[in-house]
């Protein structure tokens, strides 16, 4: 199976000028402050159970002025990350209960 990786990388020969580098940047930040709040709605959602009467989709897209396509990119980036982190936590939660039943083993 192939895997495609994204990549966010500007390449030096590209010869952009200051302006273009200074709408790249503030796109850039704006995209990265509307996946924060995607993503502090999602787990407000998650955690205390909030469900957000216009989706999360629309918050973000009446926010920051997004269309639909900036908007489907920072929630599916934001779902990825708290999905992310869902497996990261058991994985941790596994490697904890592991050193738990060594150390009781050595007790024993």
């Not at 708290?82 to 083993?105: D, P």
């Amino acid at each position: 199976m192939k895997k495609t990786y994204l990549s966010n990388r500007i390449y030096k020969k590209d010869n952009f000028n200051i302006s273009q580098v200074c709408l790249i940047s503030n796109a850039l930040i704006k995209f990265n402050q509307a996946k924060h709040k995607a993503y502090k709605l999602f787990l407000a959602e998650k955690n205390h159970k909030v469900k957000h009467n216009p989706s999360i989709h629309l918050k973000i897209k009446e926010l920051f002025n997004f269309n639909d396509y900036w908007a489907n990119s920072v929630v599916k980036e934001a779902k990825a990350q708290v999905s992310s982190q869902k497996e990261l936590q058991k994985m941790y939660t596994a490697g904890v209960e592991n050193q738990i039943r060594t150390k009781n083993v050595f007790v024993n």
